[in-house]
């Protein structure tokens, strides 16, 4: 694939469908609620995140004993969308909801239509009377319509048991395109590490914000978690620590393809990191031959970085990189493996250049594009790079320049800085958790997370550079679900609707509401999440 083809090909997309609709209307419906001085968002464009437009009209729809789930044409992939769709709304309803493959102009219908002004992710809703129908060219764009369709009903209709309803979609019309190509979040299971169900849960929470990349940071000096034939004892005995003393853990390789099968059921990608030449400590522990001295590092469950190394100069780690990465590729469909790159501090600098050299060639060996952390961009990032950048207010220019600069000779950015989009900062109340998260990029509130332009963020980057963003979740201090959620919620959906939504519907105080509007359905699903005190959050439940 050439990404530069792609990334503008799905801007110009985005850009006709704006052009064709107008931008969203937001202002021009009493029935908003929430702060006084905020525009009223209508109901059909209170969904996180954003739609590209909305355009709202009186009738709206209701799903009935009667209703079925139309989709005409036979994709597999699209049948399995309605099957999703039918099992979101069936427990609550109550309702049968038949997925049928049958033509009609009523009920809940998924079509897929060549309409080039849909792009790869985009859809279009449109509710009426006899039915909602959602449009889109791929699945892809049906599952996130699908998304849309479960925000528009009433938060019980998450319930797993059934309630009473009414099941009424506001009527009108949704046109929808994601703004970036990228939009991730990662999940740091070498700290703590996390079981695939767990993993699945935020997957879950991941693909109800139209989230589709999930980054999994699968090694650090504290662990390893998935297992490599070539070298078992990465996973039988670097696998078997985490932060603090606990037992750690590891995916087998049909648990992690099972991780990559559902993230593609729910539209996300899985981008696999093994952090490289730091952040090695469990492989040192697991490997004696890995090191310069050959001999064994103690396993670490601190939270200190920067004091690991993989030995640059000796060919039996070329061995190691070249036998992981060729197994992981051959686990992975997705085309991108990331490699870390980040607080090599132990890794003397033109070392790390050599070594970065050659880990870059082998993930291309083995057909994936590259992605690292943008100390990448300080070495020599092969073509087709992805830089990830993490800096924050205190990140010097030089090294924002070489990211930059490095944008400009070709590689495209995901942006992840630290005081805005890592998740695992802390919030500057006390949480009811107390004391999860760390702070060394600063507190970062909700305003904060979502208050700012990737478009605009890195001075100097050219604006087709920027592949999206990505919201990083480090757990250091954190080790359940609750504790991601928390940490999660309610700063992701701010950072996905960056992510997704034209900048021309970016407004704090709107925002704001249509965040509210979430919390019951976080409650049904049970979901943990802060209740920063720059939201109003509604009393109860349901
Ligand atoms: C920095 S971000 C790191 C991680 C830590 C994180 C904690 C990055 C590339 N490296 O090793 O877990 O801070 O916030």
Known sequence: MNPRHTRSSLLVGSLLLIAATGVSCFADSGDGGGAASAPAVPALGRVIPAPASVTPHEVPYRITSATPIRVPGGSRKAREVADYLADVLRPSTGYALPVTADTGADGIRLL?????????????????????????????GLFHGVQTLRQLLPPAVEAR???????????????????????????????????????????????????????????DDQGWRLAVDSWPDLAAKGGATE???????YYTKDQYRELVRYAASRYLEVIPEIDMPGHTNAVLTAY??????????????????????LCVPEEI??????DVIRELAELTPGEVIHIGGDEADATPADEYATFMDRAQEVVNRYGKRVMGWHQLAGARPVDGAVIQYWGYDETGDAEREEVVRAAREGAEVVLSPADRAYLDMQYPEVTDIP???LEWAGKVDVRRSYDWDPGAYLDGLPADAVLGIEAPLWTETLSTSTELEVMAFPRLPGLAELGWSPRSTHDWDAYRQRLAAQAPRWDVLGIRYHRSPQVSWPASAE
């Open 161 to 219: 048991t059934a309630r009473p309803g009414p099941w009424t979609v506001p009527g009108g019309t949704v046109r929808d395109a994601p703004r970036y190509a990228y939009r991730g979040a990662m999940l740091d299971v070498a700290r703590h590490f996390f079981t695939v169900d767990e993993v699945k849960r935020y997957i879950d929470q991941l693909a109800l914000y139209k989230v589709n990349t999930l980054h999994l940071h699968l090694s």
């Open 435 to 437: 004391y999860l998260g």
């Open 288 to 309: 004696p031959k890995l090191n310069c001295d050959g001999e064994a590092r103690e396993p670490y469950t601190g939270t200190k970085v920067g004091f690991s190394s």
């Open 317 to 322: 780690t070329y061995d190691f990189v070249d």
């Open 112 to 140: 897929l239509a060549d309409e080039a002004d849909l792009g790869t992710e985009g859809y279009r809703l449109e509710s009426g009377e006899r039915a909602v129908t959602i449009t889109a060219r791929r699945p892809a």
């Open 243 to 249: 932060v603090g003393g606990g037992k750690g853990g």
